[in-house]
């Protein structure tokens, strides 16, 4: 393993360190419970939505703690959710008064310790599950899909709202109404290494990808030999485009974001190839989110996301942010 | 290895428990590492390993504690602890198991078996799973049967324990043909068997332990 490292149990506290100070005018980080809070305090009246999860995704979520998207964000150990005292303190930390949305991925740790903090904390609150990633199967059964890049979406399009005057239950519409909406779909040419373990979560030949990979480098739908990127991208689309079912010439957002171990230039490339797939499928591209914004450690890999657009979701994408990882309009 | 001890429930049994366990779940490790990146993202070992290592820890701030007293601090120091999955259920346990009526009174064998039967309970409401579905569960609620039936019959205690180590090797092993419908492994499918599910064979090796010392004491 080689990485950044001087102690392995310190890995989180001390790149937190980092985070707060490179990002001092925007939010402050707090320890024992550890969670990210904009510098700020939350004006009256104004819903916090606050998001977590295991680290390692960077810049989800801390990076989304900001003007316009989250109010407070907390950290797990790198791919473990994090526990209810930090939702806890958080709540306490940023509530208004207005009332705080959890906005939580589907995955089992962050399902049940969300609970707990929500149980725990005495405001007035609720929650949001995303589930967008459409490599796996969907079933009341089950745990379901997981809640992955869509995420970022959820929390840029309720933050907006929120920032708005929204109220906790418009606010948690909007959220399910975006996470509805929209398709992941991820592939993964090289697996990951969690710094505890010090070796690569998974093997994958030198030829093969992971298709359908989630954000820990839990595996996929399938392992293939690798092909042109337009071959992948095609198989990516028809998966997502299947469970979507958008319109002809239905408005979308387009987002490919990388796993963390791949260069911009090849994600570009991607979009070129996500854009004249979707043209010649009649659908159009209305906005675009290119970049690691979801990630998994070092993992070489994309996903693409597509959104499915109406007035209140683009209204509510272009209004101004100002977090570490998404700025804009201020 | 396996330390001597006198009670079935206190603060001091759970401690010695604790540092026993620790022992057998650092011999088995690597293993449970390898079922978990098999058919997790391999996380599960390391957050088992760091609430172990913070409940021995306790020791000091527990010992003189009553055991109502004691398990609440070890629920909130595992639930703060941990994260992930294992976190939020092993801190479920012992919040319920503190919440079993009559803690302050002299606890037998039966009193313990209930305590364990309500934290089980609990966890299988937390974590939405049942037997089946490839967790941890599918050792946990057996071996929770079992002690029901224990409780209420006429089985020796030592040949109860046998019975309950084999019930939660038994159930263990056969999470292997399973098809997982929770937790992360649930997103692969039918690629999820063949392979032993992590969570049932760190409890297992957990009932293995505690059962053996009871047995040998």
Redesign the interface.
Known sequence: MKKFINNVDDFLKESLNGFGKAHSDIIKVSFEPNFISRKTKTKQGKVSLISGGGSGHEPMHGGFVGHGMLDAACPGFVFSAPTPDQMQAAAENVDSGAGVLFIVKNYSGDIMNFQMGAEIYSGKNDSIITNDDVAVEDSTFTTGRRGVAATVLVEKIVGSLAEDGGSLEECKKLGEKVNKNSGTMGVAFTSCTVPAAGKPTFDLGNDEMEFGVGIHGEPGRKREKIQPSRTIVNNMLEAILDDLKPQKNEKTLLFVNGMGGTPLTELYLVYDDACEILKSKGIEITRSLVGNYCTSLEMQGASITLLKCDEEILKNWDSPVHTAAIRWGM | MITETKEYMSVNFLISQAKNIQIVIDENAAEI?ALD?N?????HI??VQRGLKLVVELEDDIKNLPLQKGLNMIA?KV???????????F??FFMSMAKTPDLDKDIDFNKACEMVITGINAMKV??KADVGEKTMMDVLIPVSEKLNELKSGNTEMKEGLSEIIKIAEDRMLGTKDMLA????A????E?AKGHIDPGARSSQLIIDTICKSLINK
């Not at chain 2, 639930?79 to 259920?89: D, F, K, Q, V, Y």
């Not at chain 2, 649930?186 to 499918?189: A, D, I, K, T």
């Open positions: 590492e990146q058919i997790g993202d391999g996380d390391f957050n909130m639930l703060s602890g941990i994260g992930g999955s294992s976190g939020a259920l801190g479920t937390r974590g419908t929770k937790g992360r649930s997103f692969l499918g690629r």
